[in-house]
């Protein structure tokens, strides 16, 4: 079983290609769990597979996040897989992914650099406090795509320099708070500068910070350009894994359309030999 492992800004992916490998979709789950431990396999906070698209898109990209649930999309890994399906044939510098939360589609700006739209926001709740620990926190709640991304937006002052394991629990505590049927991501951020922001993400799925974040900026952008406390044009965010840009086209009172663009990383390629992965 071939496999190519990359990151977007440290968001980091396994990926494999069901059009050669034939995988049982029942047995997805599983492999994602096992291949992304990373003390056991080879790690990642997310396992993608290139399968067959319904859509009339080049193909389609089905996402599990590490502990085997089923993820919506990610933006990280959508700028990854354009570049693995463009290297390997599969789409043009231009392409058409088909994922869970709706169409998707990228550009190759260089070898590393890709752009891609984000399935635009479907839900916005510019005010939407959350309580954890007997603490109101304000908070932002967006959907991306449909059925929709669950993104929770929450300022955090002195967010650099945050107590980590205090932010884990916060995060955790905002995460499955009841107030999130689906439960949510957990974005906090702080403005540091003109169309300028540093951001970190509790992901659902991995159950802790990730280097970074692509629905989770985009999300955190929709709602300060709603505010009016962003341009929307290229601003940049930072997360512990580098810089990505957002572009967000406000019509109105909502936004119309959501970019995307970062880096990607080529980590390594090889076969799959785990002896603990049993694919009947």
């Not at 492992?5 to 992916?13: L, R, T």
């Not at 059925?147 to 320099?161: D, M």
């Not at 702080?190 to 159950?207: A, S, Y």
């Not at 959501?258 to 992965?277: A, H, I, K, S």
């Amino acid at each position: 079983m071939r496999f190519w492992k990359m990151n977007g800004a440290g968001n980091d992916f396994v990926i494999l290609n069901n059009l050669e490998e034939h995988l049982p979709l029942e047995q997805l789950p599983q492999i994602a769990r096992t291949l992304c431990e990373r003390h056991m396999s080879i790690g990642a906070d997310g396992l993608m597979v290139v399968d067959a698209p319904s859509q009339g898109g080049d193909y389609r990209m089905l996402f599990y996040n590490s502990d085997g649930s089923v993820g919506e999309m990610c933006g990280n890994g959508a700028r990854c897989i354009c570049r693995y399906g463009y290297e390997n044939g599969l789409a043009g510098e231009t392409q058409t992914v088909e994922t869970t939360a709706g169409i998707v589609t990228g550009r190759r700006i260089d070898q590393r650099l890709y752009r891609i739209r984000l399935n635009d926001p479907t839900t916005v709740r510019l005010d939407s406090p959350v309580e954890a620990d007997g603490v109101t926190y304000v908070c932002s709640y967006v959907e991306l795509g449909n059925p929709g991304i669950p993104h929770a937006v929450v300022p955090y002052a002195g967010l650099r320099q945050a107590d980590e394991n205090e932010l884990r629990e916060l995060g955790r505590a905002i995460r499955w708070n009841k107030v999130f049927p689906k439960g949510a991501n957990v974005n906090f951020y702080e403005i540091t500068g003109e169309d300028l922001i540093f951001e970190r993400t509790f992901e659902r799925g991995v159950e802790d910070f990730t280097y970074a974040c692509g629905t989770g900026t985009g999300s955190v952008v929709t709602v300060l350009t709603l505010q009016g406390k962003v341009s929307g044009h290229g601003v940049q965010v930072d997360m512990t894994g580098g810089r990505l840009v957002i572009d967000a086209e406000r019509v109105h009172s909502h936004i119309a359309s959501l970019y995307l663009t970062g880096p990607t990383n080529v980590v390594c390629r090889g076969e799959v030999t785990d002896e603990d992965l049993i694919i009947m």
